[in-house]
């Protein structure tokens, strides 16, 4: 059994207009939501073995502020992951090492929240699910187990195990 973790990158600033889409970095309450984000993985357990982030400033920004770790992961910059569909990311995570227990990937809209509803299609529906399927908002983080090989992750394949954002979680504090 795998631990699949999906978090959306946190919110990003659209103060400089002459910035390139990649380039965009965290704004002031993205790196709060990172940060309390941080939080509740730290709280829940949540510890990667991998993290597999896109290359843009904002993925990586939300990745540094989810630092530091207790066990360091292995992180790797995924280019395929810029703004990446489902099959794009499902691809990704297909070279996954049988060894690797717990991936963390973060990602964009729409693909984070198509691949999430995506991997959950053969359950019952649940207020949580709904939730998801609602929303993916930015720095949502959706844990899912994923039997079997990473090999023949597909749709369908995941069972959601939760799914917590930042206004829920400062919400509950």
């Known amino acids: 059994m795998h631990q699949l973790l999906l978090l959306r990158h946190a919110k ?3 103060d400089d207009s002459k910035l390139a889409d990649r380039d965009r970095p965290l704004n002031e309450r993205g790196r709060r939501a ?6 509740a993985m730290h709280r829940l357990g949540l510890a990667p073995d991998v993290v597999l982030v896109s290359p843009a400033r904002r993925a990586v920004q939300t990745l540094d502020a989810l630092e530091p770790w207790d066990d360091t992961p292995l992180i790797e910059h995924v280019e395929a992951l810029y703004l990446a569909t489902p099959p794009q990311i499902l691809a ?4 996954t090492p049988e060894t690797v227990r717990s991936v963390l990937l973060i990602g964009h809209n729409p693909g984070m929240h198509d691949l999430a509803q995506a991997l ?3 359950m019952p529906p649940t207020d949580m699910s709904r939730r998801l399927i609602s929303a993916y908002p930015t720095a949502a983080l959706a844990e899912f187990t994923i039997p079997g090989p990473w090999l023949r992750v597909a749709p369908g394949a995941g069972r959601l195990i939760r799914f917590l ?3 829920e979680l400062e ?3």
């Open 171 to 173: 919400r509950s504090s």
């Open 34 to 39: 990172a940060a309390t984000m941080r939080g």
């Open 92 to 95: 990704v995570l297909r070279d």
């Open 165 to 167: 954002t930042p206004r």
């Open 120 to 122: 959950m299609t053969s």
């Open 12 to 14: 990003s600033s659209w």
